[in-house]
């Protein structure tokens, strides 16, 4: 029998840029205004069907320790994708999230397939430019996708663009 491969998955990003939104909005299809900073204290399995074959997800999703500058190694420890989120109407966080891409580079799983997310496409007043961003992202061998976790758009596409990117052999 074919099994599963299973990989494991990680959402990086500066406090509140929407990382437990997006992974609600994906498994859950729900969005919480007031979602609780520990819903993501774990991981969740998701099984994503692509077609030709199947493999199953497990995403990791902090406690809020990034507020603390806390996340330890250990959190990204073994991750084949690394989701790194900012929020489009928030610069810091954007410069925040090239600082992650280049501590999994460094630190994190040789190989490792990283996403960068610009999230809250729904609000306005973007900070960060949308086509210095697919630069940046280009050059530095990432995927990229906008998205809201408010409104779903674009969700999903981050997940399966992951996914398909992940080398099964
Ligand atoms: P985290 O700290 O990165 O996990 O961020 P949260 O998922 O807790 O979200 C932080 C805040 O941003 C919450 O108030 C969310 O409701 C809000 N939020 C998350 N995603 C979006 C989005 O796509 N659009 C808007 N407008 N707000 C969002
Ligand atoms: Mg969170």
Redesign the pocket.
Known sequence: GSSTIQFKIVLL??????????V?RFCQDQ?????E?TV?ATFIHRVMDLGEYSIKLQIW??A?QERYHSLTPMYYRGAKGVII?YDVTNNDSYEKAKDWVNEIRTQGTPNAKIVLVA?????EDHQVDQMEAMKYAESNDLLFFE?????GEGVKDVFFGLSKALPVK
């Open positions: 990003g500066e406090s509140a840029v929407g990382k437990s939104s997006l609600w969005f919480s205004e007031t979602i900073s993501g999703d902090t809020g989120t999230n809250k496409i729904d609000l998205c809201s976790a408010k409104t």
